[in-house]
């Protein structure tokens, strides 16, 4: 049985491992002061080319999500995010668990549009309601789609206007950045939200989501907020010689590329046998549509999720590449979904 269900099915790149154990015995200040996760702060303002701004390491997205946004907020402020977003539909109400509504709107292949930015706050005028006060996005969205440098500063444009706050979820930063489609460097991206993460569990790390918070008046006391969240690693320099290897290199860039080409490839061969998809992603997840049959027979073999229901015959299909996907492993699955087709379709020939 092969996993294509998520990509932090392997452990962690080698490199990371080798790091870890060679550090071992090395005595370290903890929460945040040891030398790797100073060295580790450094290298990432470097490549933001941001000496300015504040960087916390936390352990995982939902963890982060929570931790920020609750952070962020005033009791009566509420979350704008797409109908789609991982705080409205992943993560057990976290944020409303806090006392934080999370308004959604439907998304156009995930992803947020100003209108409707406008839209939810002349729905919630005054004191009555939810004040909204954070946009939340995520890149790439949930449906594997990027936003383009005009998309994601039209939205800054909206926040600005209307005092909101900008938050990306980063999860999966280095697919979107490292896309076909995107236009930005992480240099020119940062320049756009007011706090966002950068994701290390699903980009060849054992764990640890960066989180980058340029706002000033986002950054006062929120250490206080990691601790009362259990978001404060007593043993910090796991993350921090994590995120050192990442990034004193191109390792980062180098594994979220090899996501990203082995789910191309993934995508074309599909295609090559007739396989149409959800929507139209150039990062790590696929969303083939395939008839029930060949879904049946795919799971014999194969660990995916099924995403949404298409018809009464067909539904969609989740499939994620990671840093560590074998392209033999990619080419068997085509190779599988063209001799399943071929055997249902002669099937099927042979009883009209």
């Avoid at 300015?52 to 390491?57: A, M, R, V």
């Avoid at 005033?74 to 993560?91: D, L, R, S, W």
């Avoid at 600005?160 to 236009?183: F, H």
Wanted: with cysteine; charged share 25%; glycine share 6%.
């Amino acid at each position: 049985m092969y996993s294509f269900k998520n990509d932090y099915c392997e452990g962690a790149h080698p490199a990371l491992l080798k790091a870890l154990v060679e550090s071992n015995m090395q005595q370290e200040e903890g929460y945040g002061y040891d030398t790797f996760t100073k060295e580790a702060i450094r290298l990432l303002k470097e490549k933001i080319q941001n000496p300015d701004i504040d960087i916390h390491f936390l352990n995982g997205g939902t963890q982060t999500n929570l931790t920020a946004i609750s952070a962020f907020l005033k009791p009566h402020h509420a979350v704008i995010a797409p109908h789609t977003g991982h705080i409205f539909v992943n993560e057990a109400g976290a944020i409303e668990a806090t006392g934080h509504k999370v308004i959604t709107v439907p998304g156009y292949n995930g992803k947020l549009k100003p209108e409707q930015v406008e839209a939810v706050l002349a729905a919630h005028p005054d004191e009555h309601t939810v004040r909204p006060k954070l946009v939340y996005i995520s890149n790439p969205t949930e449906l594997g789609t990027i936003y383009k440098k005009d998309e994601l500063r039209a939205l800054k444009e909206v926040c600005t206007k209307n005092n909101l706050y900008l938050y990306v979820d980063g999860a999966r930063l280095g697919s979107a950045l490292m896309s076909a489609e995107n236009d930005m460097t992480l240099a020119e991206f940062a320049a756009y939200p007011d706090a966002f993460y950068i994701g290390g569990t699903k980009n060849g790390a054992l764990m640890g989501e960066a989180l980058i918070i340029q706002r000033d008046e986002l950054k006062e006391d929120f250490r206080y907020s990691m601790k009362q969240k259990g978001a404060m690693l007593a043993k910090s320099r796991l993350l921090g010689i994590q995120f050192t290897e990442l990034f004193k290199g191109h390792l980062f860039w180098d594994l979220a590329d090899h996501a990203n080409l082995m789910a191309q490839r993934l995508q074309d061969g599909l295609a090559a046998n007739g396989v149409t998809f959800l929507v139209q992603a150039s990062t790590n997840q696929l969303f083939p549509v395939l008839s029930d049959q060949l879904i049946e027979e795919l799971q014999k073999k194969y660990s995916f999720y099924i995403w949404q229901r298409v018809n009464e015959k067909t539904s969609a299909i989740r499939l994620i590449t990671s840093w560590a996907t074998r392209e033999e492993k990619v080419d068997q699955f085509i190779a599988d979904v063209k001799a399943i087709k071929n055997r249902i379709e002669k099937k099927q020939t042979s009883f009209a």
